[in-house]
């Protein structure tokens, strides 16, 4: 907001912005894929690339592009009430693609919430038509992506993490964006006196690629839980924030009123996708300790038997302690996390590269 907005730093180019925000990420990430080594690369086809990475990279640059096009028109308070906006997308997507189904109780969640996002936006003092369009608009494109993911990666057998990611997917939507960059900003930046401060972008692009990094500790280190708890409460901090640090952001009760209704139904929505991945984990636990008490009573018959030596329970050829683990992880969405059952964590964009 800062950067873009023409009261203070005077750079009013997002598409410039989010590509710089690409290049840095996609660099850095293949340092720490390819020299560093600290995460390892998934197994990339050329044919995966072209049928999944593609299509989702087009869909984030999108989302990435009319949202932060977004700040030029609105407050960073509005645009983060407006974001109470994207599990709504996202169900209705997932349900029209067909990896979700219409239930009652996550369609009343989606009207409350809904209807806290209109009830905020009646409030707005400065509300813009266009500004909330492009926001929506890129709610739309993110739900999209993530529905994408499900079905063009999950299906596949690979789950990318913030880190893997932006080493796959920044280079791609680099390239998506430098269309509308050249025929929308281009021109402009021309003839137009620029600010190019390296030191400013340069803290921007590291600030948007450590969000992602703390994202990926955060998920690795705690758990979905965590992660939605402190989602809602970033949320908060972060219009409290913006009102302080701009101004000119004002907040209103019906702001107020509106977000805490649209935010209760987010966290029930939260809780409710949480009952759905410790439906999928009972399973898996209980097969565990089946398989754990059979190999206990092997080992009462066969002292010497080799399977002491094993560290994890075979079960069907697979790894129960990392079924388990992945099984605990499905539900946990980063702004670059594909989720399995669609969630969202009461936020970014993914990030959800959360540039925003």
């Given at each position: 907001?800062?950067?873009?907005?023409?009261?203070?730093?005077?750079?009013?180019?997002?598409?410039t912005l989010t590509m710089i925000h690409m290049s840095f990420s996609g660099v850095v990430a293949f340092f720490l894929?390819?020299?560093?080594?600290?995460?390892?690369?998934?197994?990339?086809?050329?044919?995966?690339y072209a049928t999944s990475v593609i299509p989702i990279s087009a869909f984030?640059?999108?989302?990435?592009?009319?949202?932060?096009?977004?700040?030029?028109?609105?407050?960073?308070?509005f645009i983060q009430m407006l974001k109470a906006l994207m599990p709504v997308a996202t169900f209705i997507m997932a349900v029209l693609c067909g990896t979700d189904k219409l239930r009652r109780d996550l369609f009343l969640n989606m009207v409350l919430v809904s209807v806290g996002v209109v009830v905020s936006s009646y409030?707005?003092?400065?509300f813009n038509v266009i500004g909330t369009l492009y926001q929506v608009t890129g709610i739309v494109a993110e739900a999209l992506r993530l529905v994408l993911t499900q079905v063009l990666l999950q299906k596949k057998g690979l789950t990318l993490n913030p880190i893997t990611s932006l080493y796959y997917i920044a280079p791609c939507s680099f390239i998506f964006l430098f269309g509308p960059w050249y025929l929308l900003e281009k021109p402009e930046m021309d003839i137009s006196p620029i600010q190019f401060n390296y030191w400013i972008f340069f803290s921007n692009a590291l600030a948007a690629f450590a969000l992602n990094i703390s994202i990926f500790l955060v998920i690795g280190r705690t758990g979905a839980v965590t992660v939605r708890v402190a989602g809602v409460l970033k949320d908060w901090i972060l219009i409290a924030l913006s009102t302080i640090i701009f101004?000119?952001?004002?907040?209103t009760s019906l702001n107020i009123i509106g977000y805490a209704v649209a935010l209760s139904g987010v966290v029930m929505y939260n809780y409710?996708?949480?009952k759905d991945v410790t439906a999928i984990q009972l399973p898996i636990d209980n097969t565990a300790d089946r398989a754990t008490k059979e190999k206990k009573v092997v080992n009462i018959?066969?002292?010497?038997s080799s399977i002491d030596s094993i560290d994890e329970t075979i079960v069907g050829g697979v790894a129960v302690g990392s079924l388990a683990t992945e099984a605990a992880a499905v539900d946990e969405e980063a702004p670059l996390i594909p989720s399995s059952r669609i969630s969202h964590v009461t936020r970014t964009q993914t990030g959800g590269l959360s540039s925003r």
């Open positions: 907001q800062w950067v873009l907005s023409p009261k203070y730093f005077k750079f009013p180019f997002p598409i894929v390819r020299v560093f080594k600290v995460v390892a690369p998934v197994k990339m086809t050329f044919q995966i984030f640059a999108s989302s990435l592009w009319f949202g932060n096009t977004a700040y030029l028109y609105i407050s960073v308070a409030g707005e003092i400065h101004p000119e952001s004002t907040i409710l996708k949480m018959y066969k002292p010497d």
